[in-house]
């Protein structure tokens, strides 16, 4: 038996490890094939060295998957150019994304069960360009570059991954939505619940976009959900690319930004699998053109051997930053507390007793245009609290208010006054904002 070693350019996922072994494996001869993402290597042992292919032989058979072999280690040369244009368009990218998610044209973007369907697709619309996209075109980057190194037909196929990903995202939302219609008040949605979820997701999503930078410490970390977990149920490659892709639509579903949650929640109350149904796809097909350009680009950029390397970066950085991002605003809703302690301020409105044996206390807010008032509340700890939320033309993500470490739930508020009961927590500083966490949030000071 011999063993050759080559050193290989183009790599960054454990999905490239198993692609680049799998297609070796399969030529006659070839005894055990070891391809190392960290040491950019791939060592083959073969009956003879006749069997071994050639340097030519590979370059040529993975010059369509943007892999490039060599016998020596080769010194990757920097491109300033190339890095800084690539900065810029991502920095202009982020610039935009806030920009827009912290513009008023949100605030009056909101659906309730009255609202038409194509309010929802509206509402969907607006989702795609914020913190939706933070999270499931995230996803959808991470995994974009081998759906499209990893598929052998040049033509319409390499974008079947594509259809099927938006398809069963789409499929997904129709059928669970009206599900969740049928189910009505049966199921309730727990926010730190979906939290700890995305914040899980957002790792893995992290840990992706740190492997495509070439961070070698991250390329260790074996997240080959396509490669050996795969391999044990089919071998064979293109049913994988129809599998993952949708699985990983599938799963945006329960994965939820705060404009979903808000969607979901109105199918919850729709109590009609119908409506149910019809809201979150109206929502879904909102999503879609969003999702639709980050096909098109990634499949666009990536089968171009000029633009590939620089897209791929770009995709890297967007991963890294979208994932922290959605990492620190899932911890915002999981963490009740502030970090200090402090004195009432005077802002704070009096601390009010209701008459009763059960020394229940009343807790006002007001909701008015895309506000929350006053500033300050007070209330006393571990005493049952009667908690009034006055909805004066409360606009878009204020209409959802959600009093983190206080209520469990997202509050929908209707015209008028609305009324929730719970039990004031420990002492602390607690605050409330709506369910996307958009509203400037007032602070609640328990004592």
């Known amino acids: 038996m011999v063993k050759k070693m080559y050193h290989i350019?183009?790599?960054h996922c454990p999905g490239c490890e198993t692609f680049i072994e799998r297609t070796i494996r399969d030529i006659k001869g070839i005894q055990?094939?070891?391809?190392?993402l960290a040491k950019s290597s791939l060592v083959i042992e073969a009956e003879s060295q006749q069997a071994i292919p050639s340097l030519n032989q590979l370059n040529q058979t993975f010059k369509k998957n943007g892999y490039s072999f060599s016998e020596h280690q080769q010194?990757?040369?920097?491109q300033p150019k190339r890095m800084i244009a690539v900065i810029a368009v991502f920095l202009l990218i982020i610039l935009?994304?806030?920009?827009?998610?912290r513009s008023q044209l949100l605030s009056f973007l909101y659906v309730d069960t009255n609202s038409h369907l194509i309010a929802y697709f509206l509402f969907g619309i607006a989702a795609?360009?914020?913190s939706c996209a933070a999270l499931v075109g995230s996803l959808l980057l991470s995994v974009q570059d081998r759906w499209v190194k990893h598929q052998t037909n040049l033509n319409g196929g390499k974008f079947l991954p594509f259809l099927l990903f938006n398809g069963a995202r789409i499929v997904s939302f129709a059928v669970l939505g009206g599900l969740l219609g049928m189910?009505?008040?049966v199921v309730q949605f727990s926010l730190e619940a979906t939290a700890f979820f995305t914040i899980l997701i957002s790792i893995?999503?992290?840990?992706?976009?740190?492997?495509?930078?070439?961070?070698?410490?991250?390329?260790?970390?074996?997240l080959n959900l396509t490669g050996q977990w795969i391999n044990r149920v089919t071998d064979n490659p293109h049913l994988q690319n129809k599998i993952m892709p949708i699985l990983f639509g599938a799963i945006t579903f329960i994965v939820p930004c705060g404009f979903t949650l808000i969607a979901?929640?109105?199918?919850?109350?729709?109590?009609n699998f119908l409506e149910g149904m019809t809201i979150l796809l109206a929502f879904a097909l909102g999503t879609l053109p969003v999702l639709l350009a980050i096909s098109f680009s990634s499949l666009k950029f990536n089968t171009d051997p000029r633009l590939s390397n620089s897209y791929r970066l770009l995709s890297g950085l967007l991963i890294v930053f979208f994932a922290a991002y959605t990492i620190y605003a899932q911890i915002q809703v999981l963490n009740p507390l502030t970090l200090w302690r402090g004195h009432t301020p005077n802002l704070a409105t009096p601390i009010e007793i209701l008459d009763g044996d059960d020394q229940t206390q009343l807790m006002q807010m007001e909701a008015s245009g895309f506000e929350y008032y006053p500033e300050v509340i007070t209330i006393k700890a571990h005493l049952p609290t009667r908690f009034e939320i006055n909805s004066n033309g409360s606009l878009g993500c204020a209409n959802a208010v959600y009093a983190r470490g206080l209520y469990p739930d997202v509050i929908l508020l209707n015209p008028g006054i609305n009324v929730v009961e719970f039990t004031a927590p420990d002492p602390g500083t607690y605050q409330i904002s709506c369910s996307m966490w958009m509203v400037k949030p007032i602070t609640v000071i328990v004592e």
């Open 264 to 271: 979901q929640s109105q199918a919850l109350r729709s109590g």
């Open 75 to 78: 010194t990757k040369q920097p």
């Open 96 to 101: 935009l994304f806030f920009l827009f998610e």
């Open 204 to 222: 893995f999503i992290f840990i992706i976009g740190m492997q495509m930078l070439g961070m070698s410490f991250f390329q260790k970390i074996p």
């Open 183 to 185: 189910l009505g008040g």
């Open 9 to 11: 350019q183009g790599m």
């Open 32 to 36: 055990n094939v070891r391809v190392s």
């Open 128 to 130: 795609g360009f914020s």
